[in-house]
């Protein structure tokens, strides 16, 4: 059988604490989010957390951003040892779901690096390749052994909304050699560095980049959480990103959607994809799986929606059947 495609979105996280073994973290909800970002105890009426975040960035407040990537790099650092095999994790969902499945891709509208450490500690993803595109990454300086890595990554993650732990440079400063005046010089193509920050140790051997010609902080690393993504889905990361989740879905012979919602307000992102799946088989992993197949059927009527109203957690209990 030929292996699916797989996108993930925040309901692939919600068991991940829990099969860590980890109580004091989570990944976040959105109900989190509005109080760890904004200090809110609900939402206003009528307003969602994309209006939040963009009402946000409009005046130029640039907390509840900090806030946010500062949550999800904390989950990241205390939740994933427990997920991997080379930190002494015993099996789990995480590591089951690989191995059962070995995918070659996998797209995430994700911005945390669950899925990413957790490939990493099972010997199938490196910086260098496993974004999609090339990433200059540099290893420890003083390492007295090779690092047991693989020569290339054997699972690649797609981050459609971009990741803290990369950011592209597009540019490099060119010396006046009459000492005058600098100039900025635009590559033919841009390169991409990994940087984790605060998560770095969790990529061992592999140590942060110093900043370069076009350093992004952490928070802008990332196609913000808005209503309106169109800017953010212009960057040179985001447009190659999405280029290859496609080309990724046109070659499947079927798509397994495991905690992504189809937010009407993402449709921008995710309206390219389900065109490119015209004909093909996608299943919905998640909870709320039947009434969210009932709605995609009207508005996508050329795809095979199926539904499994599972948790990954409990889907992988089950040894994560597939409809026939």
Known sequence: MLRPAFIIGAGFNVDAAQEAGVSDYRYPLVSDLVYDCFGLRSL?????????????????????????????????????????????????????????????????????????????????????????????????????????????????????HGSFCLYPSEYRIRPDPDGR??????????????????????FWPFERTLPTSGYDRIESRIIAPVPDKAEGRRGVFAMAMARKAIETIRAAAQIVVIGYRFNPLDEASYRPLLAAAKGKRVVLVQPEAAPLRARLEKEYASVDWRDVPLTFGAWGRRGFPLPR
């Open 181 to 202: 005046m600098n100039w900025i010089e635009f590559k033919s193509e841009a390169d991409f560095i990994f940087d984790p920050d605060s998560i770095t140790r969790s």
């Open 44 to 160: 206003p009426p009528g307003r969602s957390i994309e209006d939040l975040f963009a009402t946000a960035i409009r005046e130029k407040q640039h907390e509840p951003l900090q806030r946010l990537s500062d949550r999800l790099m904390q989950a990241d650092h205390y939740i994933t040892p427990g997920l991997r095999p080379d930190r002494g994790a015993t099996e789990n969902s995480y590591t089951a779901f690989v191995k059962h499945f070995a995918p070659e891709a996998v797209i995430t509208f994700n911005y945390d690096s669950l899925l990413d450490l957790v490939l990493f500690g099972m010997q199938r993803w490196r910086p260098e390749d496993g974004y999609g595109v090339p990433v200059q990454a540099e290893l420890h300086s003083h390492l007295v052994a090779p690092p047991n890595l693989p020569s290339k990554s054997l699972t690649i993650v797609l981050h459609q």
